[in-house]
């Protein structure tokens, strides 16, 4: 189990997004329709990432920078590493990159990039 210092608090990142995101749909009710459970699973799961809308909403923002303070007070075991960043446990594992939030956010961001630029076939490059 993770344990943060005391004074630190849950972010709650995910259910303020998902509030948000139901409470002001017009970002995504043309691209998801359905029951309850179909759009909350199009909202949280969707390749068409209707989420990006919503990062520069300033109660998000702030819960963002909470999330990022919080991950910085713990060591995330490998194993867990594993699961849910597998590309980031690797680099970690070769020394790539170090066992942090910075490390892990740059490497993610940059792994969904390279997908990007081998689908465009670098379209753009000089």
Avoid: C
Wanted: glycine letters at 4%.
């Amino acid at each position: 189990m993770l344990k943060f210092r005391s004074g630190l608090k849950s972010s709650n990142l995910i259910e303020v997004i998902n509030s948000e995101m139901k409470a002001n749909p017009s970002y995504w009710n043309k691209h998801y329709s359905g029951n309850e459970n179909e759009i909350h699973l199009a909202l949280n799961f969707s390749y068409s990432d209707r989420i990006r809308y919503y990062w520069s909403n300033s109660t998000i923002s702030k819960l963002v920078k909470q999330l990022i303070r919080n991950l910085n007070e713990v060591k995330i075991p490998e194993s867990l590493l594993s699961q849910f960043l597998p590309v980031q446990y690797q680099e970690i594992r070769d020394g790539k990159i170090e066992n942090n939030s910075k490390s892990f956010i740059i490497s993610k961001i940059s792994e969904v990039l390279s997908i990007y630029h081998s689908v465009t076939g670098g379209i753009g490059e000089e």
